[in-house]
T-cell receptor, first 114, second 117 residues
Framework: AQSVTQPDIHITVSEGASLELRCNYS??????LFWYVQSPGQGLQLLLK??????LVQGIKGFEAEFKRSQSSFNLRKPSVHWSDAAEYFC????????????FGAGTTVTVRA | DSGVTQTPKHLITATGQRVTLRCSPR?????VYWYQQSLDQGLQFLIQ???????AKGNILERFSAQQFPDLHSELNLSSLELGDSALYFC????????????????FGEGSWLTVV
């Protein structure tokens, strides 16, 4: 069964600084990987996804993620954080055999300080 | 706006009661998923329907049931509610399986907050 680990429960970053959120997955085949963001009191919004092809994936809001098969990782990055990026971020792996039924990591909460 | 609509947004009910959460998927999506988000369990997959039929089951309690109707909307029924059932329940939808390849994205609604008192 697939699983996702997000090693960092909470990250604090200064506005304008870079951000990297770590995600490690366990899956028996080529994974389908996703990053979602959840703002306080809101639903889950898809930031980006990786299905195949270029391992560097661009998403919305200036985010990007890089798939590294050798490290079983799919880390999310943003070069310059804005205060509105304060939220909880979830990495997820999709089950290829089942319409991408998603398994989520525990999430990383990002706090942005002025 | 993901296009997935969930009602009600907030619900407070007493232990032992039964509630129904409703979900309208994005236009044209055939697959509907239900997820539960709680502080102790995180985001957990509950159940999936595709075009009216149950396709996959996750960590769904026997007290919970779901169905997808011919118009593709779905309902999650939660009965004999316990304090521990308090959570945010998400519905999500996707186009469903593709022949010979994958590429569908799962879109989430804003969730239904259930508080059991």
């Amino acid at each position: 069964a697939q699983s996702v680990t997000q090693p960092d429960i909470h990250i604090t970053v200064s506005e304008g600084a870079s951000l990297e959120l770590r995600c490690n997955y366990s899956y028996g085949a080529t994974p389908y990987l996703f990053w979602y963001v959840q703002s306080p009191g809101q639903g889950l919004q898809l930031l980006l996804k990786y299905f195949s092809g270029d391992t560097l994936v661009q998403g919305i809001k200036g985010f990007e993620a890089e798939f590294k098969r050798s490290q079983s990782s799919f880390n999310l990055r943003k070069p310059s954080v804005h205060w509105s990026d304060a939220a909880e971020y979830f990495c997820a792996v999709g089950d290829r055999s089942n319409d991408y039924k998603l398994s989520f990591g525990a999430g990383t909460t990002v706090t942005v300080r002025a | 706006d993901s296009g997935v609509t969930q009602t009600p947004k907030h619900l407070i009910t007493a232990t032992g009661q039964r509630v129904t959460l409703r979900c309208s998927p994005r236009s044209g999506d055939l697959s509907v998923y239900w997820y539960q988000q709680s502080l102790d369990q995180g985001l957990q997959f509950l159940i999936q329907y595709y075009n009216g039929e149950e396709r996959a089951k996750g960590n769904i309690l026997e007290r919970f049931s779901a169905q997808q109707f011919p118009d593709l909307h779905s309902e999650l029924n939660l009965s004999s509610l316990e304090l521990g059932d308090s959570a945010l329940y998400f519905c999500a939808s996707s186009a469903g399986p593709l022949q010979g390849g994958f590429g569908n994205t799962i879109y989430f609604g804003e969730g239904s907050w259930l508080t059991v008192v």
